[in-house]
């Protein structure tokens, strides 16, 4: 596709629902990042896809958080037992290789509230 | 661990003025990577400038460059002949591993920028 897409682009949840985001990358792109960015604050890491294996879920807040690439293209980010405390935006991110220094494309992100 | 820190949360300046935005960060990488991003209002993150920390020479992109410091760790961005559409809010972020590996952005708080007509 032209750019990273993400949906829903919004989402309202009861606290204790669960929850699921969808991350289309770049088609091609190996590298799949996600982020959780709080009202104010800079991006978090979350966790890193390498294709289809989860090199890295480092960022990850709890074992609430579970994020899968099965196919290597599209991801998805689920939250168990949603808190008021995951109210935040989740944005996912795409890059073409492996390096470190490679330009991150990303989405427009999830916005999600927790009641 | 890596940090990265920006100082200011709010600039703003008149159209076709210069502008720099400050950044500091800490890193134990030997070679890493510093990025300035923008995140307009509503729209998606976009890369605006790179910079390797091997390299001396600042990293330029038409009316953007970079002052990097190595030895004092910062890594500040000059906007010049500044633009309506460049406000925004701008974040600095790192990124480097051992082996060179891809890995997450490390992020500071943002500053966001206002260009006054």
């Known amino acids: 596709g032209a750019g990273v897409s993400q949906s829903p682009r919004y989402k309202v949840a009861k606290r204790g629902q669960d929850v699921a985001l969808r991350c289309d990358p770049i088609?091609?792109?190996?590298?799949l990042f996600w982020y959780q960015q709080a009202l104010g604050q800079g991006p978090e890491f979350l966790t890193y896809?390498?294709?289809?294996?989860?090199?890295?879920k480092s960022g990850l807040p709890s074992d609430r958080f579970f994020a899968e690439r099965p196919e290597g293209s599209v991801s998805t980010l689920k939250i168990q037992r949603t808190q008021q405390e995951d109210s935040a935006v989740y944005l996912c991110?795409?890059?073409?290789?492996?390096?470190?220094?490679?330009?991150?494309?990303f989405g427009p992100g999830t916005r999600l509230l927790v009641l | 661990a890596q940090t990265v820190t920006q100082s200011q949360p709010e600039m703003s300046v008149q159209e076709a003025e210069t502008v720099t935005l400050s950044c500091t960060y800490d890193?134990?990488?030997?070679?890493?990577?510093l990025f300035w991003y923008k995140q307009p209002p509503s729209r998606q993150m976009i890369l605006v400038i790179r910079?390797?920390?091997?390299?001396?020479q600042n990293a330029t992109e038409n009316r953007f460059s970079v002052n990097f410091q190595k030895a004092a760790k910062s890594f500040s961005l000059k906007i010049s002949d500044s633009q309506l559409g460049d406000t925004a809010m701008y974040f600095c972020?790192?990124?480097?591993?051992?082996?060179?590996?891809?890995?997450?952005?490390?992020f500071g708080k943002g500053t966001h920028l206002i260009i006054q007509p």
């Open positions: 991110a795409s890059s073409l290789g492996v390096a470190s220094q490679e330009t991150q494309y």
């Open positions: 972020a790192s990124s480097g591993r051992v082996g060179g590996g891809a890995d997450g952005l490390t």
């Open positions: 890193t134990s990488e030997s070679n890493y990577y």
């Open positions: 910079q390797e920390a091997y390299k001396q």
């Open positions: 088609s091609g792109h190996v590298s």
């Open positions: 896809f390498q294709n289809e294996a989860q090199l890295d």
